[in-house]
């Protein structure tokens, strides 16, 4: 069964998902607009895999395809993925101020833990 989604956001999500696809995303990050040949390269995967992944990456607008001739070269698309890193943010600051809060109180309830602990030896 195929899974269709809905949003850019979930396509993005979805297309981060795999370890290839972030491998070719930090190629493209790094070297610039490379050839579909060039970014199978490295990898084991034969060329019908590669252009799936490819089409993943195209689909969630994270690269761009520009054909010449019977050459295809990939261009990342860096705007693309700023919905994904402002959603990613905003959670990471909620997360952060949660485990922060859990801290102190651990922090806090840590005496009065070690007084219970003792407490219960002193009974057994």
Not at 39 to 65: C, M, N, W, Y
Not at 104 to 117: G, H, I, R
Request: proline content about 2%; overall charge negative.
């Amino acid at each position: 069964m195929a899974i269709h989604y809905q949003n850019n956001l979930d396509r993005a999500f979805h297309a981060l998902g795999d370890g290839t696809r972030r491998e070719m995303i930090s190629m493209l990050a790094s070297r610039g607009a490379l050839s579909a040949g060039e970014l199978r390269a490295p990898f084991s995967a034969a060329q019908p895999t590669i252009s799936k992944h490819l089409k993943v990456l195209e689909s969630a607008g994270l690269v761009r395809r520009e054909v010449n001739g019977r050459v295809h070269h990939f261009h990342l698309v860096a705007d693309s993925m700023k919905q994904a890193e402002d959603w990613i943010s905003r959670h990471r600051t909620f997360w952060e101020g949660a485990l922060q809060n859990l801290e102190c109180f651990v922090t806090e309830a840590q005496p009065e833990l070690q007084s219970m602990d003792r407490r219960d030896e002193d009974t057994e």
